[in-house]
């Protein structure tokens, strides 16, 4: 008796590989991700996949029964490349998530060692320095400004039309008030804490031997 050759996937499973696809489905994913884009070209994909060309429906030499099993065959292997699919989106948003978190615990760590790294610096009196590697400096930023009120809602003295009547403030004056402490301002912004900013660049002759 010899042996049965496997010929569709079952739907039941739940971890399939392309491995389990067979040759047919195999190429029908390939197809259907060359054809990203195109979804009426990639249902005419689907369709002739489920097709029987060799054996019409309406051939009266072939057997309603065979007719049949073909079909079953070929719905049971586009289930199994259903299940691959489904299998293959979960892994990748399982990565995508586990890629963003460990981004996210990058910048917590890349934040922390500035952080670390302009303390060093201020306490050792080092506003600009060159290591062997690295062209290091750090100082501090011009504080940012945070409007309380929308820019159409401020004063003429403190706000400019551009075409289109677009509003924009006058972010150097507002400031500059601010910080004369003007109190009618201060119901208008506010100044936020300035932040302290590292700079790390090639050192000078790295940077003109590279150049060169």
């Given at each position: 008796?010899p042996k049965?050759t496997k010929?569709?996937?079952h739907?039941?499973s739940?971890n ?11 190429e029908?994913?390939?197809l259907?991700?060359d054809?990203e884009?195109s979804?009426?070209a990639?249902?005419s ?28 065959v070929?719905l ?5 490349l259903i299940r691959?699919l ?6 990748r948003k ?5 890629v ?15 952080k ?6 201020t306490e050792h009196k080092m506003?600009?320095?060159e290591?062997l590697e690295?062209?290091?400096?750090h100082y501090?930023a011009?504080?940012?400004?945070e409007?309380l009120v929308?820019p159409e ?8 039309v ?5 509003y ?8 500059a008030a601010l910080k004369a402490?003007?109190?009618?301002v201060q119901k ?11 700079k790390?660049?090639?050192p000078k002759?790295e ?6």
């Amino acid at each position: 008796m010899p042996k049965s050759t496997k010929t569709a996937t079952h739907c039941t499973s739940t971890n399939l590989t392309i491995f389990d696809l067979s040759k047919e489905m195999t190429e029908l994913a390939q197809l259907l991700l060359d054809l990203e884009g195109s979804p009426e070209a990639q249902d005419s994909a689907i369709r002739a996949a489920l097709m029987d060309e060799d054996s019409p429906l309406d051939d009266v030499l072939v057997s309603h029964q065979m007719v049949k099993q073909k079909a079953l065959v070929k719905l049971n292997n586009i289930c199994g490349l259903i299940r691959f699919l489904e299998n293959s989106r979960d892994a990748r948003k399982a990565h995508a998530n586990m890629v963003r978190d460990r981004a996210r615990i990058d910048d917590n760590n890349i934040q922390r060692l500035k952080k670390l790294a302009i303390w060093f610096m201020t306490e050792h009196k080092m506003n600009r320095i060159e290591t062997l590697e690295y062209r290091i400096s750090h100082y501090e930023a011009q504080p940012c400004l945070e409007l309380l009120v929308d820019p159409e809602n401020l004063p003429d003295e403190y706000v400019e039309v551009e075409e289109k009547r677009i509003y924009k403030a006058k972010t150097d004056k507002i400031k500059a008030a601010l910080k004369a402490g003007v109190i009618s301002v201060q119901k208008l912004a506010k100044l936020c804490e300035p932040s302290q900013i590292l700079k790390i660049s090639k050192p000078k002759k790295e940077k003109e031997a590279t150049e060169e």
